[in-house]
């Protein structure tokens, strides 16, 4: 049984929901009292197992362990957006925790997830898993993912935990927020469903964004697939692994799938790309990702947003 910290969340559905069509079970830990389930409501109390448990809390988290036979941890579970020394205690308490659980239980492999964010000053271009890294960090995200990384290195060779770092990029899609503080695409695809003019003051920056400008993104049920394909590889040769869509996309791309998914819609961009860019044209090489597990992502820009449109249009009707 797998421990997934975090599973009824945007990420940690989707990453449930691959290891189940995968033939695993598992058990979800959520500090909040959530049972919405919409990716496997049928498998809830069968194979999914809900439990509410705050993972900052060490006896809590032990005595799930008593409850359940536990082979394996990914933890994507995060305190994000609040109090700034609050959240950083309680991501170091939950890392700890768990590090000290999985050697306790004997689990076989922990995925702790990490961000693209770590890649912060890393400039343009694709961006490698051995290339060294600043130590500073500009956003709560990335520093938080930081300091992970070099306890996970450190604690996995310390205690004899497998343990592997997941360096997730901009994921989007299904259960994800209809807003996002980094990249325009969820805001784009949301506007065109509703057939509404785009709220340009709650874009990344406030501005449009251009149409050779772009992101590396990965939809979010191919970035379940991967992180579940990292858990249940027979053999990890590296402790970090990028995990995202392995190239950028741009937003002129999206407007060419936004036309395709909701005929007669045009994204309103701006043409060219940005003469003062916020961040640098890059991307994440996921060539460990594909030679330790043979992931693929399946859904290209037009297929993921058809289905993103699809779901969106589901949920309201």
Known sequence: MLLVT??????????TRALLDRGETCVLAQRRAETDAPLFPDEVGE????????????????????RHEITGIVHLAGAYFGDPVHDARANLEALLNLVEAARTWNVRRMGVASSIGVYDGGGAGPQHEAQPLPL????????????DEILVSHLGEATGV?????????????????????????????????????????????????AEDGIDLLYVRDCGRALACLQLADQLQDRVYNVSGGRMTTYGEVA???????????????????????????WLDISRLRRDTGYEPSFDTTRAVVDYVAWIRSRSA
Request: net charge neutral; glycine share 12%; hydrophobic share 45%.
């Open 162 to 210: 497998e343990i592997y770092s997941a360096r997730i990029g901009a994921i989007w899609g299904p259960l994800g927020r209809a807003t996002s503080r980094f990249f325009a695409l969820p805001q784009l695809v949301h506007a065109a469903v509703a057939g509404e003019p785009v709220d340009v003051a709650a874009l990344p920056g406030g501005v449009l964004p251009y």
């Open 136 to 147: 500073t960090a500009h956003h709560a995200i990335a520093a938080s993912k930081k300091v």
């Open 47 to 66: 194979r999914v197992h809900l439990e509410r448990v705050d993972v900052t809390d060490r006896r809590a988290l032990f005595d799930l362990g008593e």
């Open 6 to 15: 975090g599973g009824l969340g945007f990420i940690g559905s989707h990453t």
């Open 256 to 282: 060419d799938a936004l036309t395709a998914a909701v005929p007669g819609h045009i994204a309103p961009l701006q043409s060219g790309g940005d003469p003062d860019p916020r961040f640098p044209a890059m």
